[in-house]
């Protein structure tokens, strides 16, 4: 199949994807399409929401949907690493036997990822980054494609162990999930408060989607949207010379290079599913939010003058 052919037939099985997810899930739909994207380009994502807003039952949702093998991990102050790797025990025969964790599945949900210790949030990160795990000197590699979707309650922060700015780094996404509208919601407690399960259908494989993610990577795309990428990266560092007054009022640290190369792998997937064949300025734009709100880190001023990240990425674009 060329690739003009394969991005025609991404488009119509995305609109079919949203469609099937949409019978377990309502409304939601900015949050499923940005999920989709990093799926769609090998990355992660990191969702903050308060408690109750389906993350698990959407995650499990778009997993049988891909027709992904899924595991939930819920992180607790007491979880270890091998909790979550795996680790090696004695059989009856006095040989050692590598048990493998819940981390071994094409989605993984980190559920509550800043309730856990950094050894262990250091654990699945590396997981994430290498696509690996060594347990007692052996690596062990993951199956592919492989996703970690990490959820984070940002009420309640009591006793946790919030994720450093270079783990972020590691997200490609970071998705905000907001209360439903009164229509939505009316939606939702009729469907959850009868007899109805809907099936899903499970539309892709596993082949399928590292053959999207390779597709993906061979979408050309033009150096004038390459530098306006980096451009609006580069506009987010306020100890540059070309940082506006704005960014040098409100901002301590702005996005990394990685920021860049997620707002170009973005606008790619974000431009294939609507069915055009290379990224314009109108797709970094589309992405921009998600790729950057967990990568900029506000000042006091900024907290003061009740300015969010949100504010800060509008005024940028």
Not at 115 to 121: A, E, G
Not at 131 to 137: F, H, L, Q, Y
Not at 145 to 165: H, R, S
């Amino acid at each position: 199949m060329s690739d003009v052919a394969a991005v025609e037939n991404l488009v119509e099985k995305h609109k079919a994807l949203k469609k099937e997810i949409a019978t377990v899930i309502v409304g939601q739909e900015k949050v499923i399409e940005q999920i989709l994207l990093s799926i769609y380009t090998g990355g992660h994502s990191l969702l903050i929401g308060v408690p109750g807003l389906a993350k698990t039952l959407m995650v499990n949702t778009i997993a049988q949907a891909l027709g992904l093998d899924f595991k939930r991990i819920q992180f607790t102050p007491d979880l270890m690493p091998s909790d979550i790797l795996g680790s090696e025990v004695l059989d009856q025969n006095r040989n050692f036997k590598f048990i493998k964790g819940p981390v071994f599945a094409n989605i993984v949900l980190a559920d509550e990822i800043n309730r856990t210790p950094p050894k262990t949030q250091a654990a699945l990160l590396e997981a994430m980054q290498e696509r690996a795990v060594t347990i007692a000197g052996h690596q062990h590699q993951l199956e592919l494609p492989y996703f970690v979707l990490a959820t984070q309650n940002p009420i309640e922060q009591e006793g946790t162990y919030p994720l450093p700015e270079a783990q972020l780094d590691r997200f490609m996404f970071a998705i905000e999930l907001k209360y439903p509208s009164v229509e939505e919601e009316i939606q939702v407690v009729k469907n959850t408060t009868s007899d109805h399960r809907p099936i899903i259908k499970p539309l892709f494989n596993a082949t399928e989607i590292t053959g999207i993610q390779d597709l993906v990577r061979r979408i050309p795309v033009p150096d004038n949207v390459v530098e306006y990428a980096v451009h609006v990266v580069n506009k987010t560092r306020p100890n540059l010379e070309s940082a506006s007054e704005y960014i040098r009022n409100y901002v301590d640290w702005g996005a990394g290079p990685r920021a860049s190369q997620n707002l170009i792998l973005g606008a790619k997937a974000h431009a294939a599913i609507h069915g055009k064949f290379s990224p314009d300025q109108e797709d970094v734009k589309a992405v921009a939010m998600g790729i950057l709100r967990h990568r900029i880190i506000k000042n006091y001023k900024a907290e003061a003058e009740g300015i969010s990240e949100e504010d800060i990425i509008t005024k940028l674009l």
